[in-house]
């Protein structure tokens, strides 16, 4: 896959440009702020529990606002959405550094205005998705794709190296303000995109049913089912990034954290920019629990590991197997959901991508403060391998799903429900 000629779109599309340059800069602000809370949270606490808590608190609300977010930006004007979103945002980190400069830092404000700020994610990323399918051309799809992975992949490597870089050099205080003027600079970029108009609404039906429909399409899609299975039973197994404050204290501190962070994006970007084979590829079920159980080997012997490079080295594998996961779940998804319904499945799909690392990260806390690092990390692997295992039996058709190829046209019904039909 050729990356270079998709710049091309970066050249001709003001608009997607500053949208894209933006939205670099604020997504390595993020995962600065993400290395910061859970390494400041260990600092107060001493304790992995803890960060597996404000885990679970981040995901409570993001589960709510993620759901709606979709149906959000299918009525609203998507930049305006991301103006205000991004405000909030911003503010979030204003608070977070105001309490890091206190005397005694409280920790009830870092629970309380990060599953905030979690919150207020739900509502912004389907909006970021779905604008950016509004200023692009059909025709460039492909190219918006492979710049969306080269995006993600870069700034999964920079933005946690320079988190525990800057929380080593200048301090915690540092990485929220950092944080801030990322957004303000992602503002600015928002601002000086040309107008963008609503986008058309479907028929004016309430929220509920809306939702009620999508997540009926998603159930009668075995298929569909498995890709959202599998990597919520892969995350919840053996997420190690809960663990990772503590293991740096052993492997060097700060600066090792953002190793460990950024080691599995390393992994995924060499998938990523060598991933155009994956495209002869067929059994696309049999694909992503491949991929997904691979994973969960990964880090079993991540957890086994007692030098920094045998860890650094079975994280990026990690992240290889869960980018090769990632390629073959979207082809799926690709295949089987019909673009009437594409928005409000991809709040579904936000919600398993999201909610499975949190949750993983609570339970690793969880059995790490109990049973010790090494435990949670190897159980966790092979819960992942025989939770994979388990999805497979109970889902055949997802396991034996091959490329279709197939066109899914939609028809409404009088009552106003969409009903899918495949063409082969």
Not at 77 to 82: A, K, M, S
Not at 126 to 145: E, N, R, Y
Not at 188 to 197: E, G, N, P
């Amino acid at each position: 896959m050729n990356y270079f000629s998709n710049f091309a779109l970066l050249r001709r599309n003001r608009n997607f440009r500053l949208l894209y340059t933006g939205q670099i800069i604020s997504f390595i602000g993020t995962l600065i702020t993400s290395v910061a809370l859970p390494y400041q949270t260990f600092y107060l606490t001493h304790s992995t529990l803890m960060i597996g808590l404000l885990s679970l608190l981040q995901l409570l609300p993001l589960v709510v606002t993620a759901l709606l977010g979709g149906v959000i930006a299918d009525k609203h004007n998507r930049r305006t959405l991301l103006i205000i979103t991004e405000l909030g945002l911003m503010l979030g980190c204003i608070l977070l550094a105001f309490n890091s400069c206190l005397p005694r830092p409280s920790l009830w404000i870092i629970f309380s205005v990060a599953p905030l700020m979690s919150a207020i994610t739900g509502l912004h990323r389907p909006a970021l998705d779905s604008i950016a399918q509004q200023i692009v051309d059909k025709k460039d799809f492909g190219a918006l794709s492979s710049l969306a992975t080269l995006k993600r992949s870069l700034c999964m490597i920079a933005g946690p190296a320079l988190g525990g870089i800057i929380i080593s050099v200048w301090g915690i205080t540092a990485t929220y303000l950092i944080d801030c003027l990322s957004f303000s600079l992602s503002l600015m970029t928002l601002l000086s995109m040309r107008a963008i108009s609503n986008p058309s609404s479907p028929a004016d039906r309430s929220t509920w049913i809306s939702l009620k429909e999508g997540v009926q399409y998603a159930l009668s899609r075995q298929e569909l089912v498995g890709t959202y299975l599998v990597d919520f039973v892969a995350m919840i197994a053996c997420m190690p990034n809960a663990l990772f404050p503590a293991i740096a204290q052993s492997f060097g501190g700060a600066k090792t954290l953002g190793m460990l962070y950024s080691a599995p994006a390393v992994g995924a970007l060499v998938v990523s920019l060598y991933s155009h084979w994956t495209t002869r590829f067929t059994r696309h079920g049999m694909a992503v629990a491949y991929s997904a159980a691979l994973w969960g080997l990964c880090i079993l012997f991540f957890g086994l590991a007692h030098h920094l490079s045998t860890a650094l080295l079975f994280l990026g594998l990690a992240g290889a197997c869960d980018a090769l996961s990632g390629i073959f779940r979207g082809v799926i998804w690709n295949e089987t959901i019909p673009n009437s319904l594409r928005g409000r499945l991809a709040g579904m799909e936000m919600v398993c991508y999201l909610s499975g690392p949190r949750l993983g990260d609570t339970k690793a806390g969880l059995l790490a403060a109990g049973f010790g690092i090494t435990a949670s990390l190897v159980s966790g692997g092979l819960l992942c391998i025989a939770g994979v295992g388990i999805c497979c039996y109970f889902l055949p058709h997802f396991w034996r799903y091959t490329a279709a190829r197939q066109q899914i046209s939609t028809t409404q019904n009088d009552d106003g429900s969409v009903e899918a039909c495949e063409n082969t």
